[in-house]
């Protein structure tokens, strides 16, 4: 740590430095004013005269404004040892992650770390705090604090140039001292992360309430026809308990996708150590979805690489990853009624597995927020093909536990492409082999 404070024991008082100054200052005059006065009696040379006279009314131009620089410098220098004897060493707010600030009684910036810099601007020297912080709410609270002498702490909001939350806290270094030698420290924590999590969680649990709250009116709804008006309706118990199969089937993948939530979330910072092949992994998920590619119509193809790719991660969560993304192709772009699977490698880039499909793709504004919980282009859509609203977002986590990402790219009119990147593992070789499922 870098040592700034100053041996005040060891610097020259300010009164004896500004009679040293007084001194350097006199010394030309007396000699300008005697060479003034001496100039004609002693027969000197005129260019000595003018030299004595310039050297006489330079001392005295120069002496107020030297004088009053002098009594500047003399005054800083002494708050800067009163801030220095209060906080001895400056360097550890610097070393600080949160902006951080300390003014002094009148408000004037003694220092400012790094972080404080870059979020409200560099503050020439001793600047008042309101020449960047031009909040009223933090204004106030900073002269209550230095009228009160007790911390406090506001929660202050931006909008702009996006939306930011902090608590602001401004509590005084050294209440005991002298008035005239108190310090202040304005320090900003960062809720912007906790503001979000917190709506996160409370969109979640309100469309997870609403998701189970619809299919399960619906089944009272049934369950009291059928005690009532179709009690001894046979075609109508007939129909109204296949829907109640429906709505019953619904609920269950959709608390199955909210344990397997819950289950990555858990382990979310436990990264998975097999080895999984992604040829055997991806055909097996192929294979199993091809029934349901057959009734829609869709032709998956497969372009695999000739030599095995293994990664590193968990079978069982890639097989459900690949599942989510090739079913999804499947529904979603039917009307191109083709999907293409591509699995390439390089040293340099890792592994990448991409879902194409050739359907209708995706409008721009949707494509950041696909990976959302609950968030569908399409609701009524994604009902009626027995959508959950969570598939993307369990890929999304399960894929941050393997160290991967997601890339969308969709093009209107002309389909989509989920791509799955894996970092570095065993490379795959150029020549590729192909493969129709239909």
């Known amino acids: 740590m870098t040592e700034i404070r100053q041996d005040a024991a060891a610097e020259p008082h300010a009164g004896d430095r500004i009679a040293a100054r007084a001194r350097a200052l006199v010394r030309p005059l007396g000699v300008g004013l005697t060479l003034a006065l001496v100039a004609v009696p002693a027969g000197l040379a005129p260019w000595q005269a003018i030299a004595g ?134 320090t900003y924590r960062d809720l912007t992360e906790a503001r979000r999590m917190d709506r996160m969680r409370t969109d979640f649990v309100a469309n997870a309430s609403h998701e189970l709250r619809t299919p399960l009116a619906s089944l009272m709804g049934f369950i009291e026809t059928l005690q009532g008006p179709a009690r001894n309706d046979e075609a109508a118990r007939t129909r109204f308990f296949g829907i109640m199969l429906e709505q019953a089937q619904r609920m269950a993948r959709l608390i199955d996708d909210l344990l397997s939530l819950s289950r990555l979330e858990m382990r979310a910072h436990v990264a998975p150590e097999g080895e999984v092949d992604l040829e055997r992994a991806i055909t097996h998920v192929v294979d199993t979805l091809k029934p349901m590619a057959n009734d829609l119509g869709v032709t998956i193809e497969l372009a695999l690489p000739e030599e095995p790719v293994v990664v590193t991660g968990d079978v069982d969560e890639l097989i459900q990853v690949f599942s989510n993304l090739i079913e999804n192709a499947c529904k979603y772009g039917q009307a191109g009624k083709r999907v293409l699977v591509t699995v390439a490698g390089s040293d340099a880039d890792g592994t990448h597995v991409t879902v194409q499909d050739f359907g209708p793709g995706i409008a721009k504004e949707h494509v950041p927020r696909l990976t959302e919980r609950f968030y569908r282009v399409d609701v009524e859509s994604s009902r009626t093909k027995k959508g959950t609203g969570l598939g993307l977002a369990i890929v999304k986590h399960i894929l941050a536990r393997h160290r991967a990402r997601l890339v969308i790219r969709s093009v209107p009119g002309e389909g989509s492409a989920f791509t799955v990147k894996f970092s570095p593992a065993k490379p795959s070789k150029s020549t590729v082999r192909r493969e129709i499922y239909q």
């Not at 600047?127 to 929660?155: D, F, K, Q, T």
Request: charged share 30%; aromatic share 6%; net charge positive.
């Open 53 to 186: 006279y310039g050297a006489f009314a330079a001392a005295l131009l120069l002496w107020p404004s030297s004088r009053e620089d002098a009594r500047a410098r003399a005054r800083a220098r002494a708050r800067s040892r009163a801030a220095n004897a209060v906080h001895p060493d400056f360097a550890v707010i610097e070393a600080l992650d949160l902006p951080t600030i300390v003014f002094d009684r009148e408000t004037q910036v003694v220092r400012q770390n790094s972080a404080a810099r870059l979020l409200v601007g560099d503050y020439p020297d001793r600047a008042s705090l309101s020449a960047r912080i031009r909040s009223p709410s933090i204004l106030e609270l900073v002269a209550r604090v230095v009228a009160r002498g007790l911390p406090e702490s506001v929660e202050h909001s931006e909008r702009v140039p996006s939306e930011r939350w902090h608590e602001v806290r401004v509590a005084p270094v050294n209440p005991g001292a002298e008035p005239d030698k108190r310090l202040y420290v304005l």
